[in-house]
C-alpha cells in the first residue's frame, strides 16, 4: 500500500478518493480549493473533496497557491510516496510534481492526447465523438503532456449529456487510479508518451457558445445541446404573451421531420437545418427544468411557432 496525497475538489473527485480508501491506501492529507461563496445567500460552502475527506478523518488543506515556498515545503515535508491528482483545479509548480517519491498521476476525462485541457467531457460531446474515457497519466509541467499509463473507454450516444458522460467517467475513473495505484505499489505501473501530432485542446466553455443555431444539421444540434446540460445550458428564445423569453434546452433526441429551422413541429419536435430533434427536457428563465409537455402547455406554444 501506499502513502498519498490526494488532490481533488469537485464530486467528479470523490468516487476515486472513496476507492484509493477502500483499497487500503494510506491518505496523508487532502488537498482541495477553498471555501468559496455559493447559493442566495453567498455563503461559504466547501468542496465535495473537503465534505467527504472530513467524513473520513483525512486532513484537508485548501492553499490558495501552491508556488509560495512555505507551500512547497509543507507539500515536500508531508512525505507522500505519490499524489493523486482529479480535477484539483489548481497548477502544480515543478517543486510540487516533482516532490512525492514516485511522482504525481492525474486523472483526465479524455482519451489522451485528444482533449487536453479544461473541459475534455463537454468537447467530447459537442464535437460529436463517437467515444471518449478516462486515463491514468503522469504529470509533467505542460497542459495534460505526461506519459499515460491507462485507460478505459465509454461510448457516446445520441442520448447522454455531458453530466451523464460525467456521471459514468466518474466511476470507471476511480476503478481505474485504483487500478493504477495498486500497479505502482507493486512497482509495475507501465507509462507510454503521448502523440504529440494528434494533440487537440478541450478550451474553456465560453457564455457566447452556448445559443443554439437551429440552422445547423440535427446530430449537431443535438451534440451541441447535450455537451451543455446542463451546465451552462444551451438555450434559444420563444415568444409568449407578446414577450420573448430564453429557454434552457437540456435533453433532445433524434426525430423525424423538418421545416425552416427553429419551427416547432408535431410531437415535440425542431425543424433544424438538416432533419430535426425531439425536445425531452427544458428550463424557463428562473424555473426548475421540466418536461416540454409542462413548458408548451404553460408558454402556449403550438406547432408552428418558432424557436430561435
Same mark, same amino acid.
Given at each position: 500500500?501506499?502513502?498519498?496525497?490526494?488532490?481533488?475538489?469537485?464530486?467528479?473527485?470523490?468516487?476515486?478518493? #472513496?476507492?484509493?480508501?477502500?483499497?487500503?491506501?494510506?491518505?496523508?492529507?487532502?488537498?482541495?480549493?477553498?471555501?468559496?461563496?455559493?447559493?442566495?445567500?453567498?455563503?461559504?460552502?466547501?468542496?465535495?473533496?473537503?465534505?467527504?475527506?472530513?467524513? %473520513?478523518?483525512?486532513?484537508?488543506?485548501?492553499?490558495?497557491?501552491?508556488?509560495?515556498?512555505?507551500?512547497?515545503?509543507?507539500?515536500?515535508?508531508?512525505?507522500?510516496?505519490?499524489?493523486?491528482?482529479?480535477?484539483?483545479?489548481?497548477? %502544480?509548480?515543478?517543486?510540487?510534481?516533482?516532490?512525492?517519491?514516485?511522482?504525481?498521476?492525474? #486523472?483526465?476525462?479524455?482519451?489522451?492526447?485528444?482533449?487536453?485541457?479544461?473541459?475534455?467531457?463537454?468537447?467530447?460531446?459537442?464535437?460529436?465523438?463517437?467515444?471518449?474515457?478516462?486515463?491514468?497519466?503522469?504529470?509533467?509541467?505542460?497542459?495534460?503532456?505526461?506519459?499515460?499509463?491507462?485507460?478505459?473507454?465509454?461510448?457516446?450516444?445520441?442520448?447522454?449529456?455531458?453530466?451523464?458522460?460525467?456521471?459514468?467517467?466518474?466511476?470507471?475513473?476511480?476503478?481505474?487510479?485504483?487500478?493504477?495505484?495498486?500497479? #505502482?505499489?507493486?512497482?509495475?505501473?507501465?507509462?507510454?508518451?503521448?502523440?504529440?501530432?494528434?494533440?487537440?485542446?478541450?478550451?474553456?466553455?465560453?457564455?457566447?457558445?452556448?445559443?443554439?443555431?437551429?440552422?445547423?444539421?440535427?446530430?449537431?444540434?443535438?451534440?451541441?445541446?447535450?455537451?451543455?446540460?446542463?451546465?451552462?445550458?444551451?438555450?434559444?428564445?420563444?415568444?409568449?404573451?407578446?414577450?420573448?423569453?430564453?429557454?434552457?434546452? #437540456?435533453?433532445?433526441?433524434?426525430?423525424?421531420?423538418?421545416?425552416?429551422?427553429?419551427?416547432?413541429?408535431?410531437?415535440?419536435?425542431?425543424?433544424?437545418?438538416?432533419?430535426?430533434?425531439?425536445?425531452?427536457?427544458?428550463?424557463?428563465?428562473?424555473?426548475?427544468?421540466?418536461?416540454?409537455?409542462?413548458?408548451?402547455?404553460?408558454?402556449?406554444?403550438?406547432?408552428?411557432?418558432?424557436?430561435?
Amino acid at each position: 500500500m501506499l502513502k498519498l496525497l490526494f488532490m481533488g475538489t469537485p464530486d467528479f473527485a470523490v468516487p476515486t478518493l #472513496l476507492e484509493l480508501v477502500g483499497q487500503g491506501h494510506e491518505i496523508i492529507a487532502c488537498y482541495t480549493r477553498a471555501p468559496a461563496p455559493a447559493g442566495r445567500g453567498m455563503e461559504l460552502r466547501r468542496s465535495p473533496v473537503h465534505e467527504q475527506a472530513e467524513a %473520513l478523518g483525512i486532513p484537508v488543506l485548501h492553499p490558495q497557491s501552491l508556488k509560495s515556498d512555505e507551500e512547497k515545503d509543507r507539500f515536500a515535508d508531508l512525505g507522500a510516496d505519490a499524489a493523486v491528482v482529479v480535477a484539483y483545479g489548481m497548477i %502544480l509548480p515543478k517543486a510540487v510534481l516533482e516532490a512525492p517519491e514516485h511522482g504525481c498521476y492525474n #486523472l483526465h476525462a479524455s482519451l489522451l492526447p485528444r482533449w487536453r485541457g479544461a473541459a475534455p467531457i463537454n468537447r467530447a460531446v459537442m464535437e460529436g465523438d463517437a467515444e471518449t474515457g478516462v486515463m491514468v497519466m503522469k504529470m509533467a509541467r505542460g497542459l495534460d503532456t505526461g506519459p499515460v499509463a491507462m485507460a478505459e473507454r465509454l461510448t457516446i450516444t445520441d442520448t447522454m449529456t455531458a453530466q451523464d458522460v460525467h456521471d459514468r467517467l466518474a466511476r470507471l475513473g476511480a476503478d481505474l487510479m485504483g487500478r493504477a495505484m495498486a500497479a #505502482l505499489s507493486r512497482g509495475s505501473l507501465q507509462l507510454t508518451e503521448q502523440d504529440e501530432d494528434s494533440a487537440t485542446y478541450a478550451a474553456k466553455i465560453e457564455k457566447a457558445e452556448a445559443k443554439i443555431d437551429w440552422s445547423r444539421p440535427a446530430f449537431n444540434v443535438l451534440r451541441h445541446i447535450h455537451g451543455l446540460s446542463p451546465f451552462p445550458g444551451a438555450w434559444t428564445e420563444f415568444e409568449a404573451k407578446g414577450k420573448r423569453e430564453r429557454l434552457k434546452v #437540456l435533453r433532445v433526441e433524434p426525430a423525424n421531420g423538418s421545416g425552416t429551422p427553429g419551427t416547432l413541429l408535431d410531437d415535440h419536435g425542431v425543424a433544424c437545418g438538416d432533419g430535426a430533434i425531439k425536445l425531452i427536457e427544458v428550463q424557463r428563465a428562473g424555473k426548475k427544468p421540466m418536461d416540454v409537455a409542462t413548458f408548451l402547455n404553460g408558454a402556449g406554444l403550438k406547432p408552428g411557432d418558432q424557436l430561435g
